[in-house]
């Protein structure tokens, strides 16, 4: 991929995919406008680096859209010193977008190959980055509670982020999609300074199950 072509499609992919989608965060644009999306693709992929498709990471894993990252940069909302707890690694570009954004990243990825290749990655497009990059189970991480500014969430959950939640500092976001195909919901929750948790819903969105997620109750009739 030439350098001039990757150029005019980052271009297109956020004046085209991004911006009609009410992106308007100036610096979620600025940061999908840098860092380079096509760095962090499977190399067989990486003609499909800017386009509107979900892009296989192995049997089981695939990156979001474009408009997905997108939105989720947005509602999160991350500014410089915020620490960040990304749940998902996935293949390092939302880690290296929330670097850009000036956050403190803490990331999980529970598939060994697919931890390894984000380091690999993120390690070649940012030597010093800061990222902390974490084999393992969220469900069974051990984390400090009301921590986290901003929590992202890249597989979704059958319902309610409880144990996430948990870990959200006061004034801090959490952007995670919710429900059961065909019908999920992206949610931002946000703890309020009173420790209440707001909620609003932004809009439809389908994602891959987050692997280990406990699943709903059954019920008994």
Sequence with gaps: MSVDYAETARFNMVEQQIRPCDITDAA??????????????????????????????????SM?????EAILLQALAVRPGDKVL??????????????ALGGQ?????????LNERAVVALHAYDPEHQAELIIGDIFQADLPTQYFDAIAVT?????????????????????????????????????????????????????????????PESFVF
Excluded: K
């Design 28 to 61: 979620v644009l600025r940061v999908l406008q840098q860092v380079p999306r096509e760095h962090f693709v499977p190399e067989m992929y990486r003609n499909l680096a800017f386009a509107d498709t979900a892009i296989p990471l192995d049997d089981q894993h």
């Design 64 to 68: 979001m859209t474009p408009r997905q």
């Design 86 to 99: 990304e749940v998902g690694t996935s293949s390092g570009f939302l880690a290296a977008c929330l670097l």
């Design 105 to 113: 990243v803490t990331s999980y990825e529970i598939a060994s190959e």
């Design 155 to 215: 597989g979704s959950m059958p319902t309610s982020p409880d144990l996430f939640l948990s870990w959200l500092a006061p004034g801090g976001r959490l952007f995670c999609v919710v429900g059961q195909a065909p019908v999920m919901q992206v949610q931002r929750f946000t703890r309020q300074m009173s420790g209440e948790v707001q909620t609003v819903n932004l809009c439809e969105m389908l994602l891959l199950p987050l692997q280990q997620a406990p699943s």
